[in-house]
């Protein structure tokens, strides 16, 4: 049995490592636990993990006296309790000062670790969507992430995440936004309305008398559902999905520069209600 600094050293990297594994079963299909904004979490939630499943294990071995496995053995599954569904489901509840000391701070630490993971998948999102496109390139992106979708889930998966579903309500609804771009009647419009469940909503009938306004609130829903698509594929794990990027012949030749967008911006009152 390891004694001393050697057996603690020892003991408190199995944690770490141990740490590290339950902390990854518990994000699994939530999101990244080492992304950008929440790296420095993860490191927080697995060092004090260590450190206490390491103090917790000296302390019996010293007290009972026990086999000497103990010493190790009590460091290595102590990290489990990262992955146990009571300690998931009270990341939702009121926290207090009594509460947060009888975790040692590792409930406030999940909750930040949480927040930082949605904070990079709105992220990670934002950058796959672009609020200057045009209906007729918010339809393309929507096809091009469906189909590397379509490509690599199971089909498990494709029915969890109703990627047809999805592609099919963001073309109809972006069908009828460049219909009212096109200057097409009220009449022509309506017709259009009526020709899928997913444009049916009365609020979009309720503003055929302002069809500017029927067309931002349908492309609002429209986005809405393309970044549900992307969240999905953050949340399986698919982070190295390209970006699309418009052909160039989709612009119009006169057409001034667009402005540059800064990864996270654009979009973000649709995208984050929808990704949160």
Known sequence: MPSGTLGLGITFALACASATFFLFLRCHGTGRPFGRNSRVWTMLVIVVTGLVSTGAAFAAATVIDHLPVAFIGLGIVGPSGLWLSEIRNRRDERRG?????????????LARLQEGMIEDRTAWCDERLDEVWSAAELTMAARFYQEYLRERMSA???????????????????T?????????????????????????DPRYRNHLGDLTKMADILRHDAERDLTR????????????MPIFTPPRRAYPVMDAPRPSRQP????????RAAAT
Do not use: C
């Open 176 to 200: 009828v936004v460049q219909l009212i771009e096109n200057s097409s009647g009220r009449t022509k419009v309506g017709a259009a309305l009526q020709g899928s469940r997913a444009t049916k």
């Open 229 to 240: 698509m992307l969240a999905f594929a953050y949340s399986a794990g698919y982070y190295r």
């Open 97 to 109: 000062l009594l509460h947060d000391m009888s975790t040692l701070w590792l409930s406030r630490l």
């Open 156 to 174: 498990e998966e494709r029915r969890r995440s109703r990627i047809y579903a999805q592609l099919n309500a963001i073309e109809t609804r972006l």
């Open 264 to 271: 996270g911006q654009g979009g973000q009152p649709a995208r």
